[in-house]
Nanobody, 124 residues
């Protein structure tokens, strides 16, 4: 299974970006799909997760109300719509796929497959 993330770039505070992650070599509906991010000098952190059917989502507190995770299973693609971007959102964003139980979906070590990352830079 391969994941290909795209959609990052430069933005100003308050702008919006939409990240995409295409799954190949497997069927995305098999997996819980998540976004993580890693800022310079910091550990990778959980951002959001969506369950296999798309009916359940969880967000880290800092992005609630601003970011929306979604998925299009026929297209084997997940998205992260980021509104109201802030400089502290600057990071490399990674998509991930895993088959863990829902209670473990915030734990990066539970994910078997990772995309290559896409850089998001937000200026003030």
């Amino acid at each position: 299974v391969q994941l290909q993330a795209s959609g990052g770039g430069l933005a100003q505070a308050g702008d919006s970006l939409r990240l995409s992650c295409v799954v190949s070599g497997g069927t995305s509906r098999t997996y819980n799909m998540a976004w993580f991010r890693q800022a310079p000098g910091k550990e990778r952190e959980f951002v959001a997760v969506i369950n296999r059917g798309g009916s359940g989502t969880v967000y880290t507190d800092s992005v609630k109300g601003r970011f929306t995770i979604s998925r299009d299973n026929p297209k084997n693609t997940i998205y992260l719509l980021m509104n109201g971007l802030k400089p502290e959102d600057t990071a490399v964003y990674y998509c991930a796929a895993g088959s863990m139980v829902w209670s473990s979906t915030r734990d990066d070590y539970m994910y078997a497959y990772w995309g290559q990352g896409t850089q998001v830079t937000v200026s003030s």
